[in-house]
């Protein structure tokens, strides 16, 4: 923290990053749920695609994709491991001598997490499987005889990577009445990236927008 002059003051702020999982998210019931889904491997794979959804039991590597209801498993996960990473904050602070009781402050983040905690999308694990043919993915995926997709276990994992990138904007305005004390605060952020990697080694998702 350095008071630059009388009305500016700069911030910098760096810390390491650790959460270990929550007792729900470790011990949460498992249940089944029905959810839609697009699976690739349904829907005219690319060569490419044929070769990943063969292994993972597509008779041929395609069929048709009759029904987009897809039975899922959902709930804790008592293997988890704790989320790691690092933070990086950068911010300034203006005081105007012209206009007592107002601050305005901008601060910009980059966060990066590794490992972080989360339940996969339905849609990440069809297309990332038919995609990229990972074991990690297409094990959790089950299959009829046919190829149709049988049921998809979407308990809280490990991810691979979110990198979060912003900036915060915050107005704040204190006054002195007969009153009372009045205070009000306008706060923004704006998201300029959010990229998440869902499973290690996989195809990077941008998220902002």
């Known amino acids: 923290r350095w008071r630059l002059a009388r009305e500016v003051t700069l911030r910098a702020n760096y810390s390491e990053v650790f959460r270990a999982p929550s007792l729900l998210e470790l011990y949460q019931s498992r249940a089944s749920v029905i959810a839609v889904g697009f699976d690739p491997c349904g829907n005219g794979p690319a060569a490419g695609q044929q070769v990943n959804c063969a292994a993972n039991g597509v008779p041929g590597g395609e069929y048709e994709q009759q029904d987009e209801l897809i039975g899922t498993f959902e709930g804790g996960n008592e293997d988890l491991a704790p989320e790691t990473g690092r933070s990086i904050v950068v911010g300034v602070t203006w005081l105007p001598a012209w206009a007592a009781g107002i601050s305005a402050s901008v601060d910009l983040f980059d966060i990066e997490l590794s490992d972080f905690i989360g339940r996969a999308k339905l849609g990440d694990v069809l297309v990332q499987c038919a995609e990229r043919g990972a074991p990690e993915v297409c094990d959790t995926i089950s299959r009829f ?18 990198e979060p990138r912003g900036a915060d904007l915050a107005i704040d305005l204190r006054s002195a009445t007969h009153l009372g004390d009045l205070s009000a605060g306008l706060l923004a952020t704006y998201l300029a990236q959010w990229d998440e990697e869902p499973f290690p080694r996989g195809g990077t998702l941008h998220r902002a927008g």
């Open 145 to 162: 005889a046919d190829g149709s997709v049988s049921r998809v276990s979407l308990e809280v994992r490990n991810f691979g990577r979110v």
